[in-house]
């Protein structure tokens, strides 16, 4: 018989949505939880007559632009699942924070707009998705409108992503005819009714078995014509499917529906949690790391502050590898060296939080933070546990920051080391300035307008950014590397991230090039380095 701990593993599916934006992620992310029995009254964020704001926003400025630019965590139990939906930012502009976000995920769901197919946010995403070995599950959005047909988005996903696909189901019909989905496996035929209700409650949902009587009564000849040529075809000519190569990653099962009216997700969530992996290993410095490992151990992928604004608090959002959390157990703090408490665990459906006793492998818990963690620390009961670190990348806008009234110098300082800290901007000093007029870096443009935003509403400084000319950085590892010497014509700036390692600034591709050409002995990297490649290029090793 199985152990507890192996169980509950077992029962676990902690994913990602990655999409492009207006995809209908935001959507899609609400009508699972709808389903899963966690909200009872969905509401969309661009819809007319929403009586309130999307569940998983609890940003004020996210409900205000009607985008999403933090990630949340999202769990509900469904048949038995305990599922840990990975909320991520919809924008572009805030890519990093869902490039960390996947790091604590076992699968992702892509969502592709039926209409636009393969857009760019969606390809980045999905090569991170490819780098990481991750699972990937395509669901086609928006089928209540005209679109594409699906076998030219089959064929986009081929020639553009280079992966192929197996639908497991097939639509009957498009746009205002979009009548329900076809599921191979089972072969029966899912007919949807929304009855007016805009999408906030579950449809009404009929099944019936393609080859019986009653199907004539829910499909008409011209439809039922159609699909036995669609089925055929994709019989024929189509991918066998394989859990290995869904596993893999080189195989992505693909679904149909509308998430805006409800048609096709809960088929979509009944065979996502029978195909998606349970609990995947995590590589550490001396291996993976396996889930059914009976000592505690978990990363830090996640610090978000001030998700209680009359508190002024900071969560870690940690990510349960191996072994039982229990509620007040201390673990080993591998950056720090020491032991800590794992103080206050919660559990959350985007701001609002519940208390909870234990966690288990695939689960992500929130951690009463009080400074000492930050994104990639990993946590213990055993000592020398060392998570391969969450990758922390190179930003592609730069600003000067200064405080607009010099008597709130101290709070924007407090602010920017924390938000710096929760990954929303990096901060980089100026040689021999310290904290003077310090340089902040974005991956996205639009997270200079948080950090403003964020700054004042939630530490009281106001603020003034001068943007920099620059759109590379690269750390820079090597021997005899002289900071002072490399600064030249204006075209590149030396500064200090937060550990004190060099990077330096370029203006544009031609300095960047220029200098890897003539300092062929130093490595310019576009991700921060980890620790041990540092001491290997201090030694010359």
Aim: net charge negative; hydrophobic share 40%; glycine share 8%.
């Amino acid at each position: 018989m199985a152990s507890e701990l192996e169980q509950e593993v077992a029962r676990r599916r902690t994913f990602a949505i990655i999409s492009h934006p207006d995809a209908g992620k935001t959507t899609l992310t609400e009508k699972l939880l709808l389903y899963g029995g966690a909200i009872h009254l969905a509401g969309s964020v661009k819809a007319k007559r929403a009586r309130r704001h999307a569940t998983s926003d609890w940003m004020e400025l996210e409900k205000e632009r009607g985008i999403s630019v933090t990630s949340s965590v999202l769990q509900f139990v469904y048949r038995d699942h305990a599922v840990n939906l990975l909320d991520t930012p919809g924008h572009q502009d805030f890519s990093e924070d869902t490039y960390r976000t996947l790091a604590a995920a076992d699968a992702a769901v892509m969502l592709i707009d039926a209409a636009k197919g393969v857009e760019p946010q969606t390809k980045k995403l999905f090569k991170v998705c490819r780098m990481r070995g991750i699972p990937i599950f395509t669901f086609v959005n928006k089928l209540d409108r005209y679109g594409r047909a699906p076998l030219d988005l089959m064929d986009e996903l081929e020639q553009v992503l280079g992966i192929r696909s197996y639908p497991m189901n097939w639509p009957i019909g498009m746009g205002p005819e979009f009548r329900g989905v076809y599921d191979r496996r089972a072969n029966v035929v899912h007919v949807f009714s929304a009855e007016g209700n805009h999408g906030e409650k579950e449809v009404t949902e009929r099944s019936v078995a393609l080859d019986s009587p009653e199907i004539h009564s829910v499909l008409n000849e011209r439809e039922m014509a159609q699909l036995k040529e669609d089925i055929e075809l994709l019989d024929v000519g189509g991918d066998e499917f394989t859990r290995e190569k869904s596993d893999a990653g080189l195989l992505t099962p693909m679904f149909f529906g509308s998430a805006m009216t409800n048609f096709g997700v809960r088929p979509f969530l009944d065979a996502f949690l029978d195909l998606a992996p349970a609990p995947t290993p995590r590589p550490t410095k001396d291996g993976p790391r396996q889930p059914t490992a009976p000592k505690f151990a978990g990363f830090i992928f996640k610090i978000q502050a001030n998700m209680d604004p009359a508190h002024r608090d900071r969560i870690a959002f940690l990510r349960v590898v191996s072994g039982r959390y229990v509620k007040g157990m201390s673990a080993h703090h591998s950056r720090l060296g020491k032991e800590v408490r794992l103080a206050k665990p919660s559990q959350f459906l985007a701001a609002e939080r519940t208390a909870i006793e234990d966690a288990w492998p695939g689960d992500v818990i929130g951690l009463f933070d009080p400074g000492q963690y930050r994104i990639g620390d990993s946590l213990s009961e055993e000592q020398g546990v060392v998570f391969e670190s969450v990758p922390r990348f190179s930003p592609e806008h730069f600003a000067v920051v200064r405080s607009k009234d010099p008597l709130r110098r101290k709070q924007m300082e407090k602010g920017l080391e924390q938000l710096s800290e929760e990954g929303t901007v990096q901060i980089f000093q100026q040689l021999q300035m310290g904290m003077k007029d310090p340089i902040v870096g974005v991956v996205g443009a639009l997270q200079f307008e948080v950090l403003q935003y964020r700054l004042e509403h939630e530490y009281g400084a106001k603020i003034a950014l001068d943007k920099l000319p620059f759109s590379h950085a690269r750390w820079v590892l090597g021997p005899n590397f002289d900071p002072k010497a490399f600064d030249w014509e204006g075209n590149r700036q030396t500064v200090q991230d937060r550990d004190g390692l060099p990077l330096v600034l370029f203006r544009d591709d031609w300095a960047l090039q220029h200098a890897e050409e003539k300092h062929p002995e130093l490595k310019f990297l576009n991700e921060a380095p980890q620790l041990h490649q540092v001491a290997q290029f201090a030694t010359g090793t």
